[in-house]
T-cell receptor, first 110, second 114 residues
Framework: SQTIHQWPATLVQPVGSPLSLECTVEGTSNPNLYWYRQAAGRGLQLLFYSVGIGQISSEVPQNLSASRPQDRQFILSSKKLLLSDSGFYLC?????????FGEGSRLTVL | AQSVTQLGSHVSVSEGALVLLRCNYSSSVPPYLFWYVQYPNQGLQLLLKYTTGATLVKGINGFEAEFKKSETSFHLTKPSAHMSDAAEYFCAVSLNQAGTALIFGKGTTLSVSS
């Protein structure tokens, strides 16, 4: 069966430090992959999606970037974190338009 | 442009009472509609979805939703609330035929009191 994993689960970083959140999917090939951010009171915001290796679409211009070095690996990065980057980050993948979410990564920028 | 509006950011009910969470959508193409539930510090879990066919959709945990094209609505209901239903609920609409992105509403937090 298909599973999706994110790590780390929680992260506390100082302003200006780099970020790397990793997501991997098991049990499927060539999935569509997504990064969402959930900030308090703001619902779910689509940040990036990818339909294949090296193919990244950005929905919102920001301080973050995404990469897909392998078919089932999706990485969210930042070179210098801002306070406003704090939030709950969710990786997801789709089959037949249904999204399956990872466990989430809570980032606190101090 | 496609969008989803969830009316009421917070809904409170008593245990055993009817749950009604409202969702209205805007879409230029026939929509695929979804409801997700999120428990604290967890990812989202699919409750139910409408694609084609029967407009009344039944999901997990006793929830159901009805697609009403004339009202552009997809409200979520449950006849009798349980304490374990307390969570945040998200309505979503599929943007395109390829299903490469979903648009989510801002969420409704459901509180259940005893």
């Amino acid at each position: 069966s298909q599973t999706i994993h994110q790590w780390p689960a929680t992260l506390v970083q100082p302003v200006g430090s780099p970020l790397s959140l990793e997501c991997t999917v098991e049990g499927t090939s060539n999935p569509n992959l997504y990064w969402y951010r959930q900030a308090a009171g703001r619902g779910l915001q689509l940040l990036f999606y990818s339909v294949g290796i090296g193919q990244i679409s950005s929905e919102v211009p920001q301080n973050l970037s995404a990469s897909r070095p392998q078919d089932r690996q999706f990485i969210l990065s930042s070179k210098k974190l801002l306070l406003s980057d704090s939030g709950f980050y969710l990786c997801a993948w789709t089959v037949s338009r249904e999204l399956f979410f990872g466990e989430g990564s809570r980032l606190t920028v101090l | 442009a496609q969008s989803v509006t969830q009316l009421g950011s917070h809904v409170s009910v008593s245990e055993g009472a009817l749950v009604l969470l409202r969702c209205n959508y805007s879409s230029s193409v026939p929509p695929y509609l979804f409801w997700y539930v999120q428990y604290p510090n967890q990812g989202l879990q699919l409750l139910l979805k409408y694609t084609t066919g029967a407009t009344l959709v039944k999901g997990i945990n006793g929830f159901e939703a009805e697609f009403k094209k004339s009202e552009t609505s997809f409200h979520l209901t449950k006849p009798s609330a349980h304490m374990s239903d307390a969570a945040e609920y998200f309505c979503a609409v599929s943007l395109n035929q390829a299903g490469t992105a979903l648009i989510f509403g801002k969420g409704t937090t459901l509180s259940v009191s005893s």
